[in-house]
T-cell receptor, first 114, second 112 residues
Framework: SAVISQKPSRDICQRGTSLTIQCQVD?????MFWYRQQPGQSLTLIAT?????????ESGFVIDKFPISRPNLTFSTLTVSNMSPEDSSIYLC???????????FGPGTRLTVL | GQQLNQSPQSMFIQEGEDVSMNCTSS?????WLWYKQDPGEGPVLLIA?????ELTSNGRLTAQFGITRKDSFLNISASIPSDVGIYFC????????????FGTGTRLTIIP
């Protein structure tokens, strides 16, 4: 498995502002994913972060709202832009090691928007 | 799109009891993963299944990949307080994409 860290672990933000969440992995990984987990719900994939190219977004999620960077094989960021209370969720980074067909999750970032 | 139905939605059991939960899909998966999520934490991978009919154990946990490829089961024997949490199944079809589809979750509570 891998050690996956996320920063910040939690934050309380005002509506209209933006927050950038960082995900760091202790080894190189091919695929990184960003998920959202709304209160009491399951996990929903936001996008797949591709190293060296633009992220691939799922239906209902757009780059203007959730810009993603993937500058190298161990790091990615997700920005939640122009936040509203509906963005209050846990945001989770996940990695998939090439050839292992398993997926591991970071500890999550708990975001509250007032 | 694909959906995963997980049941039961919640369980209230006494310590020492065995637990069974399952996940069913409307379509075929080639990989099944089971996760546990504690409050305030990310999901932790418990068991991975890669072949229809496969039965895999991890301590007191046993999971099976259904032979139809459309379902999976997780059993926990002799439950203990630290088993409390939410259990998620997840499936991957590997038909042209690498995305996981997550189940709706089973919340396990142990009654003192």
């Amino acid at each position: 498995s891998a050690v996956i860290s996320q920063k910040p672990s939690r934050d309380i933000c005002q509506r209209g502002t933006s927050l950038t969440i960082q995900c760091q992995v202790d080894s190189q990984v091919t695929m990184m994913f960003w998920y959202r987990q709304q209160p009491g719900q399951s996990l929903t994939l936001i996008a797949t972060a591709n190293q060296g190219s633009e992220a691939t977004y799922e239906s209902g999620f757009v780059i203007d709202k959730f810009p993603i960077s993937r500058p190298n094989l161990t790091f990615s960021t997700l920005t939640v832009s122009n936040m509203s209370p509906e963005d209050s969720s846990i945001y989770l980074c996940s990695v998939d090691f090439s050839g292992k067909d398993t997926q591991y999750f970071g500890p999550g970032t708990r975001l509250t928007v007032l | 799109g694909q959906q995963l139905n997980q049941s039961p939605q919640s369980m209230f059991i006494q310590e020492g009891e065995d637990v069974s939960m399952n996940c069913t899909s409307s379509s075929i998966f080639n990989t099944w993963l089971w996760y546990k999520q504690d409050p305030g934490e990310g999901p932790v991978l418990l068991i991975a299944l890669y072949k229809a009919g496969e039965l895999t154990s991890n301590g007191r946990l046993t999971a099976q990949f259904g032979i139809t490829r459309k379902d999976s089961f997780l059993n926990i024997s002799a439950s203990i307080p630290s088993d409390v949490g939410i259990y998620f199944c997840a499936g991957r079809s590997n038909f042209g994409n690498e995305k996981l589809t997550f189940g709706t979750g089973t919340r396990l509570t142990i009654i003192p």
